[in-house]
């Protein structure tokens, strides 16, 4: 599988949910599906909402990746 390539210049208000959608699957494919359901689980279960666990989840995917020198998503 291949990250697919932008379709909107980068000043559109679409690029951000079209990185997200070209990313997530191959990040998906990588990381430990098993691993990410437990600590969404265990947000929910703590009282965080759905969107919140969502987002939270891909800002620390953002963080993961300027660690590792891949800068901004």
Not at 9 to 18: F, G, L, N, T, V
Not at 23 to 38: C, G, H, I, P, T
């Amino acid at each position: 599988m291949r990250i697919a390539s932008p379709r909107s210049a980068e000043d559109d208000e679409q690029r951000e949910a079209e990185w997200r959608e070209a990313m997530r699957d191959q990040f998906l494919d990588k990381v430990s599906s098993n691993e990410m359901y437990a600590i969404a689980q265990e947000a929910l279960a703590a009282g965080w909402g759905l969107q919140e666990v969502q987002r939270a989840i891909d800002a620390l995917v953002e963080d993961k990746a300027r660690e590792a020198g891949a800068g901004s998503c």
